[in-house]
Each structure stands twice: as structure tokens, then as C-alpha cells.
């Protein structure tokens, strides 16, 4: 089965740094993109970046260029997003994505998503 | 930056079909996918390059696009149906590359 896996539920401090992960499975990890979307509580679906396992050849959406680093481990066929300084509108679902084929295709396999709350 | 335009809402009484927008300029020349997410569950791709289904999608389920318009149909509507849909295209015109509607929230009747 095609899967990814992200790790769990995060709970962190403002001013926290954080890295959550997504592995693959069932396919070759380093011949797809892998995606990140952010959803804040209640809203809408957001495109952050994606990156190419194979070579991490990584594009970021402008929105999020400079907040977060994507990379990935080809090794052990997982990717990664991480913050240096969480801030509270850093709250929100974090989901990433298998893209289908070329970059511009669709998002076929969604991770279950990943729980960040930033809080005091 | 590429700006996708969704009704905020579409009711819709069971067996009927709803038909669901997603305005952009020049929309007709891109790809357009489209997402279903049901409360708590992350979004799971129904429509993808305007038209295609994946494997284990209802036929009830189809695309369009045309112009600044593209459109999602959901024929014979379910009670099962009802969910978040967005769609999102690959826009190479910016930097912003993929680009998510707002977001429509279909209620079943």
C-alpha cells in the first residue's frame, strides 16, 4: 500500500524550534515529489513547498520562503518541515503530499497530518 | 499571485447534482484538480487534470473546465457527499506555483 506517515501531535512554546517528518512507503520514495499544505483551524488549504527526494531540488511558496526549511532523507525515504522559531499563528494542521507525477500534477497521496499548537 | 475564486457554500437535496465553481483567469489553459476533505480527514483528490477520475472515485464524480471557469459535478448526490471541496492548479506565471480555491462547503439536504 502507498502510504505516508507523519509523525504525531505537537505541542510547543513560541520561540520553539520543530521538525516534524512524513516517511513513504510502498513506492519509490526518490522518483516522486513530496509536498507540504498547511491548514490553520477552521481555513482553507495552503500550499508551503516541495521538494525532490531524489536530488532535495526544493521550491517554497513566497508565502512561506525564509519561515520554514523542507528537506527530505532519501535513505529512509522521509521528508521533513521544520521551524528554527514557532510563533503562535504557526498553529494549524500540516499535511504532506505525494505529487502524482511531474511537478504541476495533482496531490494523490495525503499524509493523516500533523497537529502543531503553538501556545504559552 | 493567481487568484482561484470558490463559492463559500452549495446546498444540495440528495439525488440532485451539484455543480461546484472555481473562477480564475484564463483557468481554461491550466490543469485543474480538484479535493474532497470530510471533517477530520485529510483531503483525498476526486478530480485531477479537469477531468480524470482517480481509481476508486464514483463516476458520479466529474470535471470540467473552460475559459475562466472550471467546474466539479457531483451527480445523484449522497448524504456521504457532503465535505470541503477545493480546487488547485499549477500556476508557472509566479512564483506561488500550486494555488488552492477558497473552498466550498457542500451540504446535502
Known amino acids: 500500500e502507498v502510504q505516508l506517515v507523519q509523525s504525531g501531535t505537537e505541542v510547543k512554546k513560541p520561540g520553539e524550534s520543530l521538525k516534524i517528518s512524513c516517511q513513504g512507503s510502498g513506492y519509490s520514495f526518490t522518483s516522486y515529489w513530496i509536498g507540504w499544505v498547511r491548514q490553520m483551524p477552521g481555513k482553507g488549504l495552503e500550499w508551503m513547498g516541495i521538494?525532490?527526494?531524489?536530488?532535495?531540488?526544493?521550491r517554497y511558496s513566497p508565502s512561506f520562503q525564509g519561515q520554514v526549511t523542507i528537506s527530505a532523507d532519501k535513505s529512509i525515504s522521509t521528508a521533513y518541515l521544520q521551524w528554527s522559531s514557532l510563533k503562535a499563528s504557526d498553529t494549524a494542521m500540516y499535511y504532506c503530499v505525494r505529487i502524482m507525477g511531474a511537478r504541476g500534477d495533482a496531490f494523490d497521496i495525503w499524509g493523516q497530518g500533523t497537529m502543531v499548537t503553538v501556545s504559552s | 499571485s493567481y487568484v482561484l475564486t470558490q463559492p463559500p457554500s452549495v446546498s444540495v437535496a440528495p439525488g440532485q447534482t451539484a455543480r461546484i465553481t472555481c473562477g480564475g483567469n484564463?483557468?481554461?489553459?491550466?490543469?485543474v484538480h480538484w479535493y474532497q476533505q470530510k471533517p477530520g480527514q485529510a483531503p483525498v483528490v476526486v478530480v485531477y487534470?479537469?477531468?480524470d477520475r482517480p481509481s476508486g472515485i464514483p463516476e458520479r464524480f466529474s470535471g470540467s473546465n473552460s475559459g475562466n471557469t472550471a467546474t466539479l459535478t457531483i451527480s445523484r448526490v449522497e448524504a456521504g457527499d457532503e465535505a470541503d471541496y477545493y480546487c488547485q492548479v499549477w500556476d508557472t506565471s509566479s512564483d506561488h506555483l500550486y494555488v488552492f480555491g477558497t473552498g466550498t462547503k457542500v451540504t446535502v439536504l
Open positions: 487534470d479537469d477531468s
Open positions: 484564463n483557468i481554461g489553459s491550466k490543469s
Open positions: 521538494i525532490y527526494p531524489h536530488d532535495s531540488d526544493t
